[in-house]
Nanobody, 111 residues
Framework: QVQLVESGGGLVQPGGSLRLSCVAS????????MGWYRQAPGKQRELVAR???????NYADSVKGRFTISRDNVKNTVYLQMNSLKPEDTASYYC?????WGQGTQVTVSS
């Protein structure tokens, strides 16, 4: 079955960086657009960044210029490089196809 496994979350100070990874299995990864989403307590899940199967990207306005999504179709992995992190970036981050979702990884930005 399809599995998406995220990693790379953690506690980081404001202004710091993290790189999230999501490894996919059980699917023809290169054929799927992939997205990173996040959900903060009491808020709805929101799209952070998306990458098509051809590599086109789009970002939420709140992360443009700070976050970069990329994919490696050989490693079946999608990445989210997060720089200049802010406390408001604190959330659980999920990768997904829209149909399939990972279990999430927690990102906490705090001094």
């Amino acid at each position: 079955q399809v599995q998406l496994v995220e990693s790379g979350g953690g506690l980081v100070q404001p202004g710091g960086s993290l790189r999230l990874s999501c490894v996919a299995s059980g699917m023809i990864f290169r054929m799927f657009p992939m997205g990173w989403y996040r959900q903060a307590p009491g808020k709805q899940r929101e799209l952070v960044a998306r990458i098509t199967n051809s590599g086109s990207t789009n970002y939420a306005d709140s992360v443009k210029g700070r976050f970069t999504i990329s994919r490696d179709n050989v490693k079946n992995t999608v990445y989210l490089q997060m720089n200049s992190l802010k406390p408001e970036d604190t959330a659980s981050y999920y990768c997904g196809t829209g149909q399939y979702w990972g279990q999430g990884t927690q990102v906490t930005v705090s001094s």
